[in-house]
């Protein structure tokens, strides 16, 4: 059993910041992680990538959060940080931690983490 553990969402004025952790754990036999990262999906919208990194250090980002956002990897607790400045109205919407593991390449999603901007 795959566990994601999201953290850090939350309501924050535009302008603002917010930092997300995730945190991936499993009940029983070996896991180890090829890919971490962030989606999220707003109101009437599809799902989209927000970031990604890989065990190796690749780092991709959505077009929309470039410069603004910053992942980060932790493999030795096997968790990932997304740090969000410069949040707009925009940004508004449920975030969802995403792990790709490795050897099966099977992806596992977290609940999802509220995150509203707005005044």
């Known amino acids: 059993q795959v566990q994601l553990v999201e953290s850090g969402g939350g309501l924050v004025q535009p302008g603002g910041s917010l930092r997300l952790s995730c945190t991936a754990s499993v009940s029983r036999g070996r896991f180890s992680i090829y890919a971490m990262g962030w989606y999220r999906q707003a109101p009437g919208k599809q799902r989209e990538l927000v970031a990604t990194?890989?065990?190796?250090?690749?780092?991709t980002y959505g077009n929309s959060v470039k410069g603004r956002f910053t992942i980060s990897r932790d493999n030795a607790r096997d968790t990932v940080d997304l740090q969000m400045n410069s949040l707009k109205p925009e940004d508004t919407a449920v975030y969802y931690c995403?792990?790709?593991?490795?050897?099966?390449?099977?992806?596992?999603w977290g609940q999802g983490t509220q995150v509203t901007v707005s005044s």
């Open positions: 990194a890989t065990s190796a250090g690749n780092i």
């Open positions: 995403h792990v790709v593991r490795a050897w099966t390449f099977n992806d596992y």
